[in-house]
C-alpha cells in the first residue's frame, strides 16, 4: 500500500509490525508525534486472516474492570476525533443490554461502571426489547452509551490518516528476522529496516516474534466461529437493525459468555457468538472449516432458543476470526524486560478493539519512554512468571 512516489527507504524513527486495528493505532499515534514511522504488514491489505477484520464490533462504557472502564471515555473521544478527521461514521449508538443472574459480581461491576441503580427484570426487558427473554432469577443491566462500531472501515480510516501524517505503510511484506541492539534491525521479504525503536503488534503471530527475542509469552491463539442467525418471520423478532447489542455474564451454561449484534452484515441476520474458541495455529486456521455441530455452536443453539426465541436455532452464515488470548484476558502492553526500545502489545483476548485507540496511544508512549497516560499495572510482562529465557 505504500504509494508510488514513496521513496524505499530503509531507516525510520520507529517500525511497528503488524497493521491489524492496534498498531495502526499505534502508528496513528506516533506519526501524529511526527515520528518518522515503517507500518509493516505480512498479508496484502485488507485481508480476513487476523482479527481486526468484519464490519462490526461492539463498543460499550460498561466494564467488570475499572481499569478497563476507565479507560472508555479517552476511547470514545478518540473514535470521535478519527471520524471528524476522516469525515467518516465509525460508530452508530445502539445500546447495550448486559443479561446476568441477579446479583452476579460482574454485572453488578459493570452497573456501578455506568453508575446506574436500575436493574431491569423479565418483563421490564420484555417491554422495552421484545426479542429478548431472560430466565427465571435473571436481571439486564442497560448501557446506553454502547453502540456498533464499523471494524473495516475504522481500520481503513485510522491507516488513511496515518498516511495523510507522512506514515509508511508496507503490506505483503512477511517479517524473517528482528536483530536487538540500540538500533533494531527488522529484516523482511523485500527488505531490510532499521529504527532505535521496535513496537510488536502483530496478533496471533507475536509469540513467535517474541521467541526470537528471548521471551515465551503465554499467548494461546483461538479460532471463534462468527456465526448469523435468521429470524423465523422476518421482522417479527424485533432484532433487526435498531436492536441492541447485548452480552451476557456468569451464565452457567455459557461461562465464557456470549455476545451479539443486530442485523448489519447480512440484512434479517443476527450476529450471535460465543466468546470462545478451539486452539489453532494462525498459519493453519483456515484448513479447519466451521461446523454447525461443534460444541460452541451447541452452546449458541440452546442460548438462543431460550434468550432469543425469534431466531432460527441454526446458524444461516458461519466465518471464523482469530482471538489471541492471555490466560487472565487482560492484555500486555509492556516494553521487553531486557529491550527497552522494543515494545509489545498483545493478547487481546477477543475485546480489544473497541479498546484500540487508547492501546495505540500508550504503546506509542511507552515506545518514546514517557509516562503512560492509564494505569499500566495490569499489562506487564512480568505478572507471567518463567517468560524469560526462550530459545
Not at 436500575?118 to 436481571?139: E, H, I, N, T
Amino acid at each position: 500500500m505504500a504509494a508510488p512516489s514513496q521513496p524505499h527507504k530503509s531507516t525510520y524513527d520507529v517500525i511497528v509490525i503488524g497493521a491489524g486495528i492496534q498498531g495502526s493505532f499505534t502508528a496513528y499515534h506516533l506519526a501524529q508525534r511526527h515520528k518518522d514511522t515503517l507500518l509493516l504488514e505480512q498479508f496484502l491489505l485488507p485481508h480476513s486472516r487476523g482479527s481486526s477484520h468484519g464490519q462490526s464490533r461492539v463498543i460499550r462504557s460498561a466494564y467488570p474492570q475499572e481499569y478497563y472502564s476507565r479507560m472508555m471515555p479517552d476511547c470514545f473521544r478518540l473514535w470521535q476525533q478519527l471520524e471528524a478527521e476522516t469525515g467518516t461514521t465509525l460508530y452508530r449508538q445502539t445500546g447495550l443490554v448486559l443479561l446476568g443472574p441477579r446479583g452476579e459480581p460482574e454485572l453488578e461491576a459493570c452497573r456501578r461502571s455506568l453508575g446506574v441503580d436500575k436493574v431491569l427484570d423479565a418483563a421490564a426487558l420484555a417491554q422495552r426489547f421484545p426479542g429478548f427473554r431472560l430466565q427465571a432469577g435473571q436481571v439486564a443491566v442497560l448501557d446506553s452509551t454502547a453502540g456498533v462500531l464499523f471494524a473495516d472501515r475504522a481500520l481503513r480510516a485510522v491507516q488513511e490518516v496515518f498516511r495523510r501524517h507522512g506514515g509508511t505503510l508496507r503490506d505483503g511484506e512477511k517479517v524473517l528476522r528482528i536483530e536487538p541492539g540500540a538500533t533494531v534491525t527488522v529484516t523482511t521479504s523485500a527488505g531490510v529496516y532499521r529504527a532505535p525503536r521496535l513496537v510488536i503488534t502483530a496478533g496471533a503471530w507475536t509469540g513467535a516474534f517474541v521467541e526470537q527475542l528471548g521471551l515465551r509469552l503465554p499467548l494461546q491463539p483461538l479460532r471463534i466461529d462468527v456465526c448469523y442467525w435468521r429470524e423465523k418471520q422476518p421482522g417479527s423478532a424485533g432484532l433487526g437493525s435498531v436492536s441492541p447489542c447485548f452480552l451476557t455474564l456468569g451464565l452457567s451454561q455459557a461461562p465464557h459468555g456470549i455476545y451479539g449484534l443486530p442485523s448489519m452484515e447480512y440484512p434479517g441476520l443476527m450476529k450471535v457468538c460465543h466468546h470462545h474458541g478451539s486452539p489453532t495455529d494462525p498459519e493453519k486456521r483456515d484448513q479447519a472449516p466451521s461446523s454447525a455441530s461443534s460444541p460452541d455452536i451447541a452452546v449458541l443453539s440452546s442460548f438462543i432458543s431460550s434468550y432469543l426465541p425469534g431466531l432460527e436455532t441454526q446458524p444461516a452464515v458461519m466465518e471464523t476470526c482469530l482471538y489471541t488470548n492471555t490466560p487472565d484476558e487482560d492484555f500486555i502492553l509492556d516494553r521487553h524486560p531486557k529491550f527497552s526500545n522494543i515494545v509489545i502489545g498483545a493478547g487481546f483476548s477477543g475485546h480489544g478493539f473497541k479498546l484500540a485507540p487508547v492501546v495505540g496511544k500508550l504503546l506509542c508512549e511507552l515506545s518514546l519512554g514517557e509516562e503512560p497516560s492509564h494505569n499500566m499495572a495490569h499489562f506487564t510482562i512480568t505478572r507471567f512468571p518463567g517468560v524469560l529465557g526462550a530459545a
